[in-house]
């Protein structure tokens, strides 16, 4: 039985753990509380006064601006934040709740151990060694990712920016959909010096990498920031839809030195191996090993198989922006993006499938481009428009797939409600539902009390339903930022 340490935080509360190193990070030394509902993790080396002063910040000030404003609940699973700060044996210590149990390998060859996103961002690691049972999907892969991008959001809303971002502070589980952002001490804190973090390496910014050898005084140095952050959340998101790095392509930089040629691929040459015009970075997928495949293809998994929305922030992050950090899309539009396209996936019709879904390609033969099933049948799609002025509507660029059973939402029938920690428990309510049924495809009105066919001329009533035929439109509501639906229908 280990010895029981009691210690008094700086906050004045009682603090109780086992003196029995449990788990080691790379500063860090991590201890057990006696109840297990959460940890204490020791730095092994002495703080500076300017990182004893930023983690204090963290700790106290921002703490509590995201945490007891209002909705100040929702970021606890997002986030395994630093609550209090201790002393002992000369150490200085964080205590940071457990994390949940969903984070952790339940059966199999890692049971017990915690699901670090490296598991499941790597095609090698996900293709040799992931049981079949904790994979999750490509829709729940989707949630994973939005939650990911909401926090970082956050973080980026409050002025802080994760200092190294990568699949080794980030928690995942595909079967849920859940993530959690952990290392959280090492955030950068406007007005204070960034911790002395080069980073992941895969998600190291190229200014960063290119700058690396810079003294840390010298103002050429490239820092972290919320614009090194917008880069690992792109590298982050693009690796777990697609299972392989942006940048690692088969082009040589340095044949005589290996560690110059990362810097150089990863830094000041850095090229997105799907570039469309420069194909000098390309994939060379003999050097592919056979577990690597396919995702390590690109000519086999494009990233246009994202979808248009995600598709163009991938362009902006890896073209646009890998050099230019001003143009890198935020974590904001990387949120909304996601959500949009988790309005366009289809459930693959192979029940063998391991993506389960895919998003539709907005062709007249759409297939599953995991498995290569192609989609037979009746496949509405629901084309929104938004009214600028009353009386008339305008394409919106957002459109929804329709599936047996699928939901309909208040932020799909009103522009103004949005899908994010701020949802009110009504909105989240489904408002109504897809079947197809006798042969046709429905829409069954549930909540909505001004639900209006447009091309019947009448109105839909709450419990009534109304077909969803070539070229039908309704109106969802009628209230301000009411949305009209125009239904098209895919045939195969």
Known sequence: MAEIVKLTATDGSEVEFENEIKAQGGVKDVYFSTDKTYVVAFYRKPLTPNDKDRVSNIVGTYRERIFNAEGGDYWKSLFAWPTKIVEWEGKTGIVMPFYDKRYFFKGGPFDGKEKEGKWFASAKLRNRFLPADQKGNFLTTLHMCIKIARAVRRLHAAGLAHSDLSYKNVLVDPLTG??????????????????????????????????????????????????????????????????????????????????????????????????????????????????????????????????????????????????????????????????????????????????KWFVFDNTKKPSCPFCKTAYKGQLPVLNFYYSPSSGKFMAENYRLMVYDKQTLYMWHANRFVIPNEKTSAEDKKPVGDFHFHNNQWILINRRMDDMYDVTEGKPVPVGGFVPLTDGRQILLTKKEGGRLVMVQLVDN
């Open 178 to 355: 859940s993530a959690c952002i952990i290392d959280v001490d090492s955030l950068v804190v406007p007005g204070k010096f960034p911790p002395e973090v080069l980073g992941t390496p895969d998600f190291i910014a190229p200014e960063v990498m290119q700058t690396k050898t810079l003294p840390l005084s010298d103002p050429n140095r490239a820092l972290p920031c919320i614009n090194t952050d917008k880069h690992a959340l792109a590298v982050l998101i693009y690796m777990y839809l697609l299972n392989r790095h942006p940048l690692r392509g088969g082009k040589v930089y340095d044949v005589n030195s290996e560690a110059r040629d990362e810097e150089l691929s990863m830094g000041e040459k850095a090229l997105f191996i799907e570039h469309p015009t420069d194909s000098t970075n390309r994939v060379n997928v003999k050097q592919l090993q056979k577990n690597e495949l396919p995702q390590g293809d690109p000519s086999q998994l494009p990233y246009t198989i994202c979808g248009p929305y995600l598709k163009a922030l991938f362009d902006r992050a890896f073209i646009d922006g890998l050099h230019d950090p001003s143009k890198r899309p935020s974590a904001a539009e990387w949120e909304v993006a996601l959500v949009k396209t988790t309005d366009l996936v289809q459930p693959c019709q192979n029940k063998g499938c391991d993506s």
